[in-house]
Every structure is written in structure tokens, then in C-alpha cells.
């Protein structure tokens, strides 16, 4: 059984550059997830998609954008690349179920992209 | 939004030993995740725990969803064990993750 699988493991761009990370999720997994973590700090939530959809995103602006394709893989990109956006990029693949009321996630994540911007 | 605090922010144990591992909401949760991260970056499931208690080995995972906390229990601690260990807060809350507790572990 594949875990999520994410490419490439290393990137490394300059400033005004466009980029594009690429994840396939676990299998079974209907549900992808982008998160971006800065050194030091924990990760922090971009978007989910859904049914090939966003169907819900943190606080990030729109240089941030991504795409689920019909067998669930998903690509992040992130255009006019800033020195700040320099981090490692994360994706989970989830399950959710709808029970109680609640939606009902457990993720799981890829070893990641590292993406710096010179 | 939801505030998340993990505590203690760092933690350096002799290998053998056993801690307690604390994440703290400022609202009620319903879905909880414990994750391990190792010093290659990779996030690894340790607990989806929304309420009770689980046991996975020497670790096991307490949450008392109405209280607001959560606690991570390492036994028998292993140089293994070091890293980041985070707590991640649900999907209306866009998975907010605290900001981690580093643990250490010496031979």
C-alpha cells in the first residue's frame, strides 16, 4: 500500500519564478492537502481540494493556487516566487468521513518538498 | 481563529526515561492528531484521538476534548524518539498546528 508520495524532494528557484510541487495520495485517499512549514515552526494550512475542487484554504494570497486531477494526484504552484516562501511544502491525503455532525480526518503526509528561493 | 499551545517547548530526556507531552486549545476540539516529525522533515501519525485514550506501545494518547487538552505519554524513551512532536487541531479550524515540543533524547 503507497503511502503519499510528493516531487521533487528538492527545488531551488529564483525571486519571479513560478513553481510546481506535485502529490499523489495514499491509496483509497480521495482528499489532498497543502500545508507550508518554515523552519522552525509547525505547518501551517494552504488549501484542500475535493472532488477536483478547493474546498477550503488558510490564510494565503492567491500567487497561491492548486488543481486535483480525476485519479486524486494534486499540484501546488506558487507564482512570482518571494524569498519568503522559501520552506518545506507538505501535502496530506485524508478520508473524510461525515458522522455526528463532524467531519471525521485523519491525514497523512509525504516526506515533502523543499523549496528554496535565492 | 483557534489558539493552539504545546508545552514544554523543549525537552531533553536520558534515553529510558518517560514524559508527558501536553497540547492545550483555547476552544473545544473534535478531531486531534498527534504527529511525530523526524529530522528528515517526515510527519508520521502517532495518534488521531478526537476524545479518550489510546496506546500504541510505549506511547499513548489522552484527550479530554470538553477540558481542551490533549497529552502525548512517551514510556521507556528511545534515542528514536527525538524530534518534533506537534499536535493538529480539525478541519474547521483549518488543521491548526501548535507550534511543537522538540524533544531530545541522550544514549
Known amino acids: 500500500d503507497a503511502g503519499v508520495t510528493q516531487s521533487p524532494t528538492h527545488l531551488i528557484k529564483t525571486r519571479g519564478q513560478q513553481v510546481t510541487l506535485r502529490c499523489s495520495p495514499k491509496?483509497?485517499?480521495?482528499?489532498v492537502s497543502w500545508y507550508q512549514q518554515a523552519l522552525g515552526q509547525g505547518p501551517q494550512f494552504i488549501f484542500q481540494y475535493y472532488e477536483e475542487e478547493e474546498r477550503q484554504r488558510g490564510n494565503f494570497p492567491d500567487r497561491f493556487s492548486g488543481h486535483q486531477f480525476p485519479n486524486y494526484s494534486s499540484e501546488l504552484n506558487v507564482n512570482a516566487l518571494l524569498l519568503g516562501d522559501s520552506a518545506l511544502y507538505l501535502c496530506a491525503s485524508s478520508l473524510n468521513r461525515l458522522a455526528g455532525g463532524f467531519i471525521w480526518v485523519e491525514q497523512f503526509f509525504g516526506p515533502g518538498t523543499r523549496l528554496t528561493v535565492l | 481563529g483557534i489558539q493552539v499551545e504545546q508545552s514544554p517547548p523543549d525537552l531533553i530526556l536520558q534515553e529510558g526515561a518517560n514524559s508527558t507531552l501536553r497540547c492545550n486549545f483555547s476552544d473545544s476540539v473534535n478531531n486531534l492528531q498527534w504527529f511525530h516529525q523526524n529530522p528528515w522533515g517526515q510527519l508520521i501519525n502517532l495518534f488521531y484521538i478526537p476524545s479518550g485514550t489510546k496506546q500504541n506501545g510505549r506511547l499513548s494518547a489522552t484527550t479530554v476534548a470538553t477540558e481542551r487538552y490533549s497529552l502525548l505519554y512517551i514510556s521507556s524513551s528511545q534515542t528514536t524518539d527525538s524530534g518534533v512532536y506537534f499536535c493538529?487541531?480539525?478541519?474547521?479550524?483549518?488543521?491548526?498546528f501548535g507550534p511543537g515540543t522538540r524533544l531530545s533524547v541522550l544514549p
Open positions: 491509496s483509497g485517499h480521495d482528499t
Open positions: 493538529a487541531g480539525p478541519p474547521e479550524q483549518n488543521f491548526v
